[in-house]
Structures are given as C-alpha cells and as structure tokens.
C-alpha cells in the first residue's frame, strides 16, 4: 500500500480540496501518513496569493530533493500548479507531476501515469461532471468543524489578485447539494461549519432548487436561511466581497441562532481613490454604512478585515486614511499584508512606487493601531459569557483546552478531554493579544 503525505499552504479552500483529495486516494487504495518520512508520494498543495507563498513550495521541494531518503513521488497541485502548469518542471528540480485546482479529482490518475511512464504529467484540466465533493470523516481537518465550499473561483479581478486566474470562473454549487451534504455532517456529529468560497455572498446557483419558500434579497441569504434550518448547531461564512454584501444578510444573522455573530469582510485600503485602483467596486462610504449596519444587530457581530498596504500609487494620505478606516470600523481582528506584486495581474504592470521600507513602516504602524484598537475592543468580552466549541488541547498549556466563540475568537480554558466536541459556557477572565481566556461556567 503507498503512503501519501499531505501538506496544505494557503486558505480554507485549499484544505478543503486537501481533504477531498484524501478521501479520493484512500478510496482507491492509498494510506495517508503524517509522517513525511515514510511517505511513497508527496502532494504539496500550494497557494500563490503572495510572492512569501509561492516561495515556499520552491524551498521545499529542493529541500525534500536534499534530505528525503526514500526519493518519494512528488506532486504539486493547488494555485501553483494551476498558475505555473508544465514550466513548474523546468523551474523545480524534483517535481514528478502537476495537478491544477479544478483537477484534483484526477489526483490518482496523476500517480498512475508517473509510476508508468515516469515524471513529467500535467492536468490542468476542468473539473469532471459527476466530481465528488464528500469528504471521509477520517479526512476531515478537525472531528466537529467541517468546510463546506459553496462557491468555488471568482469573476472579480480586483487588480492586485491572482485568484480569479489560479481558481478560474466564479461557479456556484446547486443549494440542494449543500443542504443534503449539511444534513449528513449533522448526523456524523459535526458540530460547526464554514461555508466557504473567495465570495460567498456572489452565491448564484443556475436554478432554486433547495431554497424555494426561504426568504433573502440574495441567493446567499435564502441560502443561510435554508442552511439554518437544517438545525447544524453553529454555521460560519467566510469571505465576504462587501458590494455584494446585503442588510439581508445581517437581516438572517439577527432571526437565527445558529448563523455565528461573525463577518469577515476585507475591505482593502481606506481610500477611494486606491479602492477605485484596486477595482474593488466598493467605496468607503458604502463599506461603512455596511459596517453601521452590521454593528446595529442585537447579536453584537464580531467583524474582521483584510487590508493590504503599500499598493501602486498608495500616497501617505491614502494610507492615513486606512488608519482613519480602521479606527471607525474598529475590527475585532485584521490581517494586514504588504502588497506583493503577482506577475499576470493588472496591478503588475502598475509601478509599485512604494519602496520595501516604505511598506514596512506603513504595515508596522498600521498594525500598532490595530492592535490597541482591537485590544479596547476586545476588553467588552471580559467577565462575559461565551458559547464555546471545544476542539482541541491547548498547544502551549497542559491541561487547556482551546476552541473558537460563535463569534469566532480563539478561546482558551481549563478541561477535561471529555470536553471535546461539546459547546461549553465560558466566562472571560483575561483578554490576551490574539485569544482570550476564561473559566468554564456549564455545558451551552
Ligand atoms: N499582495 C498582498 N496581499 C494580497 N492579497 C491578495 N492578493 C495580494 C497581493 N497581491 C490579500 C488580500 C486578500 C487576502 C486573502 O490576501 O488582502 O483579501
Ligand atoms: Fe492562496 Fe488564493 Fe489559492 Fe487560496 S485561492 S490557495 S489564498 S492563491
């Protein structure tokens, strides 16, 4: 039996096709092992969102090459693959084959063909008819939380990003699929799910089908509403792309327990003019008023963001204003990026004017304001009750175990095992710089 050994970079999407891929090789006869060194075949699956990313998958297959004593297989697949398709055999020593994003039901196709005829495959082929999108409960990354995708790629084109050409159209998946496929992790004992998708809220299926009789402006928000009423106890979404983002979506949020009090909605930058540079099709303003009404539910929504700094062109008063942004929106949490230029996209061909130390002072600063903004912020969950999933031992502390709120903090509390897999009460003690702390009160 070959060992197969898989390692994930980059987001949710990528994990998900992670654990559909498992599922797929040990149906057809694979192991997979966690340990690299007994492996027979190595899949990395890349992520090129940023130059750091893409660098990685270059380091690790040389250092694989160097140290591995077995001389395993090894595949690429992911955004990489799709992106950089056969030159990634000419630019890596080592690499045996190439799977792109929307071929990962091919994967053991891919083994066959090197174990016959030796390396150099390459499938960047569409995704087959009848593809599977179950994964195993052996394969799952976590035993109670679960990623559903519900969108896959993105017509969007915002100028700095390479998605939208690594993950290809924007196709939604039929709603009735995902209301069975919710249905059948509910039974398995799955506690939490992520809808996920590049925009979840561009959700447009070709027909109704699954969300007749739901209410909702959008697709997505019928969506939520039908997803709520399959009863799963806690239901995440994640990304959101703001000019799609609707009341009615904070409207679903506010009727039904069980969507979480959680959005995640990048916003980009704090100036019109780079959001017009950026094609992001949304203005401040509007970002706002979205913000305004997200902060308006009675559920006490917990909102992040992603910005990027340093874009082509970006003035200091630009970046001032995305301080200024920030300490409106005051998000509970942001991820801030330097702009990392991705050669094939519109913003490639833009000078990029703001120099490496430039970027460095602008990511520092903006992460200093962040940082005190969200740690204020923060101080309102303390001595408050939180709905806590417990999901695994704590990394850094005996006896601790760590979970995510509703709201979708890392929460962090003294247990037994036996907790795992339940929703606990806990009540917030201590507010740390990325999670928080607290005490179990009852059983939610
Ligand atoms: N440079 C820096 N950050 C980027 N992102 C996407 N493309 C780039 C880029 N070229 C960031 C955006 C996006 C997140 C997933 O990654 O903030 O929301
Ligand atoms: Fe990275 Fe984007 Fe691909 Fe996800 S979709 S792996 S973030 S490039």
Redesign the pocket.
Known sequence: MKKVYLET??????VSDSERVATSLVSKGYEITTDENSADIILL?????REK?EQKLYTRVGRLRASHVKKPMIGVM??VAQLEGETLFKKINGVDFVVG?RAVGRLSDAIQNVLEHGRGYSDLGEREFDYDWSVSDAQLHSPYVAFIPIIEG?NKFCTY???PF??GRERSLPASDIIRNVLQLRRRGIKEIHLIG?NVNSYRPMTESGLEGFEGRTPFSRLLRAVAATGMERIKFNTSFPRDFHADIVDAIDEHENLCNWVHLPVQSGSDDVLRRMKRLHTIERYFNIIDKVKSSPRDVSLTTDIIVGFPGETEDDFLKTVEMVEYCKFDSSYIFKYSPRPGTPAYEMSDNVNAGEKTRRFRHLEEVQRRIQNENLQRYLGRTLDVLAEKPAAKSDGDLTGHSTCHRVVNFPGEKVLLGETVKVAITEIKSNSLYGEVVAAA
């Open positions: 970079y980059g987001c949710q999407m990528n699956n890349t992520c090129s969102v990313a992911g955004c994003t993105c990003c390479i998605v690594s993950r590049q």
